[in-house]
């Protein structure tokens, strides 16, 4: 369980911002950062390691996916990690970055229907964070790959 201060922390950068912003502008925000997450995984200067760290975003937010449709109430809550979600190990940089788009569109249209279905207050829980809002976790899947993505040199 999180302590105190640090559910005051997510609460003031991952809550708090999440309901200002809106589930519609959580939305465009998560797609609008795709450009930029492929174009620094494309100039990887390590691509072993970049495939590695996207492996990872692609995970967690496959993962998320899974938190989002349960506050949509299309699957059941289930306790699990991210590690089964991850792309096969074997999947070269550039097939990576094509499982990448394809999971962040599947982000953006789960972040379309917490808009239109009003659900962006559901919370869902996180394994680490404890309880997150289904806009919360719009927010932290953008920023999850954001911060990831800087862990990787470019050319």
């Given at each position: 369980m999180p302590s105190p201060?640090?559910?005051?922390?997510?609460?003031?950068?991952?809550?708090?911002?999440?309901?200002?912003?809106?589930?519609?502008?959580?939305?465009?925000?998560?797609e609008a950062s795709l450009k930029p997450l492929t174009a620094r995984y494309a100039a990887a200067a390590d691509?072993?390691?970049?495939?590695?760290?996207?492996r990872h975003v692609?995970?967690?937010e496959?993962?998320?996916?899974?938190?989002?449709?349960v506050a949509l109430?299309?699957?059941a809550y289930e306790r699990d990690e991210h590690h089964a979600y991850k792309p096969?190990?074997?999947?070269?940089?550039?097939?990576?970055?094509?499982?990448?788009?394809?999971?962040?569109?599947?982000?953006?249209?789960?972040?379309?229907?917490?808009?239109?279905?009003?659900?962006a207050g559901v919370a869902v829980e996180h394994n680490g964070i404890g309880m997150l809002t289904a806009g919360a976790w719009l927010r932290y899947l953008?920023?999850?790959?954001d911060l990831e993505s800087w862990r990787v040199r470019t050319r």
């Open positions: 201060f640090f559910r005051l922390l997510v609460a003031a950068f991952v809550e708090r911002p999440a309901r200002r912003a809106g589930p519609e502008r959580l939305a465009e925000r998560l691509e072993a390691k970049a495939a590695e760290v996207l692609i995970g967690i496959r993962w998320g996916q899974r938190r989002l449709r109430g299309d699957v096969a190990a074997d999947l070269p940089l550039g097939a990576l970055i094509d499982e990448l788009r394809a999971t962040r569109a599947k982000t953006v249209g789960l972040a379309r229907r917490v808009a239109a279905e009003g659900r953008r920023q999850h790959g």
